[in-house]
């Protein structure tokens, strides 16, 4: 007896499969909303694994869209990383071996041994990058494009164990301010790595995501996570969102339940990422900065934390929502002050926040869907 | 003096100017996490804030397009001429608006949380804060604009009699952020130790409930410490733009961010902590870009605060305080 | 006491504190304290307020780790491990301030218990095979079960947090003994009850211990409740364990008395 759930997905796959000829047709501008929407539900439905089910606040889910963005580019460019020669700050070999008077003091050996053993492990992930770059171009084309994608998210999901690890026992405030701070200095790590552009951005890459592809990524985001959740298993997360004290005291590990959602959103982050970079074909690290995480964030809340319809009209309503604010300053009729608010969807946006917090903090969409009686 | 001791001593001085702003910054959050128990994010908007009051009042209006009261206002402050006296009008009017601003927007937003889980207000804050920046560039637009003068900033001549210290650039905005710095503080401490609200204040950030049965109004004190800290910033925006006269609505993010992380460092709630931390981390952050890149400007900031939160979450100066199961 | 009682006795004691302190900082929560308890025992734990009995609790479950001494759990010592594996060893227990899921219902909340069990793990997400089918039958059973045995089957349905108070109090019991342990701790269940609440609570303690086979340690400040049900009580005051006897031996120790009556003026 197959489960309900897997013949809605495998349903929903064929069906955008079948339409994505289809609608490819349809005016650019509103494919490209489309596939936004679709994009911003993955990024959301993986954030509402955190914040909203496991009740962990996490502010830099735009670093590891960027991972994934990244990383799905390169597979697919095929870009090849170069190896640090010597670490920047310790005189080479031959620096040494040229002013034999020179003998470094116990510190400065530590420092260079450090230095060098920083440096190797860099280059072996470099190196395991490297390797599998050559697998994914012998792949044909859509099966190059899901490998890439795949890569993505597993990196991002890799990023999302190196940051929560550490930072998951921090709590409310403190873990906001430090996934914070870990996405800005993914950030900065991107600006400053030159075989994936740099601050330039990166460009180039084909534009392979299209209906079917976003939507089905979408259909399995929603699958995995409301199936994960909707079990004993997943009644964990909920479990340490309410309380972590009686959690841990019901033989629940609370801190593998935080570092699981961090690191299955990170994932779908990840493949987000991918697909939005082979989408608008060029990527730039700002793109991926503080306010793209704070985007996120407000759809999940915007939905209900924890709500999954909810988050999912949330997403799609806050892609169409700039463009109507656009759309809206179009309008002649309208006083040049609004014209020029409706411009600036940051003063709408914050706005939203604030009201929303001070009248609903529950979200706009939590208890529309009257749940059935039935416990998950 | 050798050369590379005049070259740390310098920096040093850049390290403490610099830290001097962000411990003026750090001191408001503090303040309100201690009370209030929530990061308001929208804090360092409020330096913004600051210097823009500043614009708004002493840049001719001929410079900018201003209109209607504050073209008049503008028109007569800028005719003061530069100088101490600007300087100090521009500090006080910059922290009455600017306290003014932080208990509305306390009044307005963070009141009616007051009894909501902590992850409402913070995302309360994050709005405010981005409204703040984004309705600042609807007004004044989104590029710099450039802060009148309200004193020469030119460095201090050191005689030459005193030895290899002349070649030391100390500027004389440096030596007014030093000064404005250190009377705010003492007369912060004056005001936390030995006054009456000052006592209400720290009472409050020990227990909240206890304080409203004993008759203290904590509306009102609350008030105040939100008016102090957005005050302090206030005066760090106008002491930032003596020296760097380019302004901008979003020029609050970068310090008020690196302001926090003081505030973490030092341990939050702790005031001096926090101008402990705002020192330590203006003289790094001024090291690491003198002697190793200026790549690293914020990173630095960064780097800082996930140490010191995944080391010792507390602080240095802070208490663990541990959740009562 | 039937003869299954006596021999065990003799044997190694089912939870053993050993010099136990518990210090935060300068305050010194617990000092010193030593005591045991057998299988199949119903212990309890008394003193005046402030006097440590929930930080014995914490530090029995890991929440605190004792800055010296040791707490031993069938023979092992327990060290420093998290509480969630000192529960999976086999204890369980409630809280003082009653802390149920909030956002889930009567069935989850008891569902919960049963995650250190599961014998699968995240993959059942992509592909719930009948293994994981059959499992989440199993835990179904069994979770009604325990409702039933409780009456609360009925509201399985609704918010925990809607109960009424002292339904809210049994579903705690219910949850922890979901985790099939072999030693219940109980704080202050009876906290705000009323006389008849308290009388079917010390039923309920007695049936629980009988009917699943576990020895129960009872903090509590309600004395008709720790005299009527304990067959031995350990007395704190000030962190220290000052007595511990029979019910009668301690009704009658001028220690305890004092303790928390204050001494008698001349």
């Not at chain 1, 606040?57 to 963005?69: C, E």
């Not at chain 1, 991002?156 to 800005?184: C, H, Q």
């Not at chain 3, 010296?68 to 086999?90: L, N």
Request: some cysteine; overall charge positive.
């Amino acid at each position: 007896m197959i489960e309900r759930t897997k013949i809605i997905l495998i349903a929903c796959a064929a069906t955008f499969a079948v339409l994505s000829s289809s609608i490819g047709g349809i005016n650019p501008y509103y494919y490209d909303i489309l596939i936004g929407c679709g994009i911003s539900i993955i990024l959301a439905v993986g954030l509402n694994l955190v914040n909203g089910y496991t009740g962990q606040f996490s502010l830099g889910h735009a670093g590891f869209m960027a991972v994934g963005a990244y990383l799905a580019s390169a597979m697919s460019l095929g870009i090849i990383i170069p190896y640090f020669e010597a670490p920047i700050w310790m005189p080479s070999a031959e620096a040494l071996a040229s002013d034999p008077s020179a003998t470094l003091a116990w510190w400065e050996y530590i420092l260079k041994a450090t230095g060098l053993i920083c440096g190797w492990l860099i280059n072996a992930l470099f190196w395991i990058h490297n390797s599998i770059v050559p697998l994914g171009a012998a792949l044909p084309g859509w099966a190059k494009f899901l490998f890439a994608l795949l890569y993505g998210g597993g990196i991002a999901a890799l990023a999302g164990l190196t940051v929560g690890v550490p930072s998951l026992r921090l709590k409310g405030d403190y873990l906001a301010i430090v996934t914070l701070g870990f996405n800005e200095i993914i950030k900065v790590i991107i600006q400053n790595a030159e075989p994936v552009g740099a601050s330039r951005g990166l460009g180039g890459m084909d534009q392979q995501t299209n209906f079917f592809w976003a939507f089905s990524f979408a259909a399995l985001a929603v699958y995995v996570i409301w199936n994960i959740v909707h079990s004993t298993y997943g009644r964990g997360f909920l479990a340490v969102r309410d309380d972590e004290i009686a959690a841990e005291a019901m033989g629940i590990n609370t801190t593998k339940y935080k570092v699981l959602a961090f690191v299955l959103a990170a994932f779908f982050a990840g493949i987000a990422g991918g697909l939005y970079a082979h989408f608008k074909q060029f990527i730039h690290p700002e793109g991926f900065n503080f306010m793209k995480s704070v985007d996120i964030v407000v759809m999940v809340i915007l939905g209900g934390m924890g709500s999954m319809v909810g988050v999912c009209f949330a997403a799609v309503l806050l892609t169409v929502l700039p463009e109507i604010l656009r759309w809206v300053a179009k309008i002649e009729s309208l006083p040049q002050w609004a014209r020029e608010i409706a411009e600036n969807r940051m003063i709408i946006y914050s706005l939203i926040l604030i009201i929303l917090m001070l009248a609903r903090p529950q979200g706009l969409f939590a208890g529309w869907i009257k749940k059935k009686p039935r416990s998950a | 003096m050798s050369p590379q001791t005049i070259e740390f001593i310098q920096q040093l001085i850049n390290g403490l100017s610099l830290g001097a702003i962000y411990a003026l910054i750090a001191l408001g959050y503090t303040m309100v996490f201690g009370v209030l128990r929530f990061i308001n994010f929208a804090h360092g908007d409020l330096y913004m804030v600051g210097s823009f009051a500043g614009w708004m009042l002493f840049a001719a209006p001929e410079d900018e397009s201003k209109t209607g009261v504050w073209a008049s206002l503008s028109r007569s402050f800028a005719a003061i001429p530069p100088g101490m006296t600007k300087v100090l009008l521009a500090l006080m009017l910059a922290m009455m608006i600017c306290a003014a601003l932080g208990i509305l927007i306390e009044w307005l937003c963070y009141r009616p949380l007051r009894q909501r889980p902590r992850i409402t207000v913070l995302i309360t804050a994050i709005g405010v804060s981005l409204f703040l920046e984004s309705f600042g560039q609807y007004i004044w637009g989104a590029a710099p604009k450039s802060f009148p003068t309200l004193i020469e900033d030119t460095a201090i001549e050191i005689p030459e009699s005193w030895g290899s210290i002349a070649s030391l650039t100390l500027l004389k905005g440096q030596i007014i952020t030093f000064c404005t710095t250190l009377g705010l503080l003492a007369a912060l401490t004056f005001i936390v130790l030995k006054t009456k609200i000052g006592m209400a204040m720290r009472a409050l950030a020990l227990n909240q409930t206890a304080c409203s049965l004993v008759g203290v109004n904590v509306n009102f004190v609350v008030a105040f410490t939100f008016g102090l800290g957005s005050a302090l910033a206030g005066a760090a925006g106008i002491l930032t733009s003596i020296q760097q006269p380019s302004i901008d609505p979003l020029m609050g993010i970068l310090p008020g961010l690196k302001a926090f992380v003081a505030a973490v460092l030092g341990g939050i709630g702790n005031l001096a902590g926090a101008v402990l931390g705002a020192f330590l981390l203006g003289i790094v952050e001024t090291m690491v870009v003198g002697y190793i890149s200026p790549t690293y400007r914020d990173a630095v900031a960064f780097a800082v605060l996930i140490f010191i939160l995944l080391l010792r979450p507390s602080g240095l100066l802070g208490k663990n305080i541990r959740e009562k199961v | 006491m039937d003869k299954k009682e006596t021999p065990l006795r003799m044997s190694a004691p089912l939870l053993q504190l050993d010099n136990v302190t518990v210090q935060f900082g300068g305050l010194k929560a617990v000092v010193d304290v030593s005591f045991s308890i057998g299988e199949r025992e119903l212990v309890g734990l008394i003193g005046p307020n402030g006097a440590g009995k929930t930080t014995v609790f914490n530090a029995i479950t890991g929440v605190y780790h004792p800055t010296a001494g040791h707490v031993s759990f069938a023979g092992k010592k327990v060290g420093k491990q998290p509480p969630y594996k000192i529960t999976a060893r086999g204890i369980a227990r409630t809280f003082q301030n009653i802390r149920l899921f909030g956002s889930m219902t009567v069935f989850d909340n008891v569902r919960c218990a049963f995650n250190m069990r599961l014998k699968h793990g995240i993959s059942h997400a992509l592909w719930r095979g009948s293994k994981v089918a059959a499992e989440e039958a199993l835990i179904e059973r069994e979770v009604m079960e325990l409702l039933e045995i409780f009456g609360l089957h009925e509201q399985r349905d609704e918010n925990a947090k809607s109960l009424p108070y002292g339904d809210q109090r049994r579903l705690e019991i219910v949850r922890a003994l979901a985790t099939k342990p072999k030693l219940l701790l109980l704080d202050e269940p009876a906290a705000g009850m009323n006389p008849t609440e308290k009388i079917e609570l010390m039923k309920l303690i007695r049936f629980v211990k009988e009917k699943f086979d576990l020895a129960v340690l009872l903090v509590e400040h309600d004395m008709k409740v720790v005299m009527g049900i304990c067959e031995r009580i350990a007395v704190l005051d000030y962190g220290q364990k000052i007595a511990e006897g029979t019910p009668a031996e301690i009704r009658t120790n001028p220690k305890v008395i004092a303790a928390y009556l204050g001494k008698e003026v001349d």
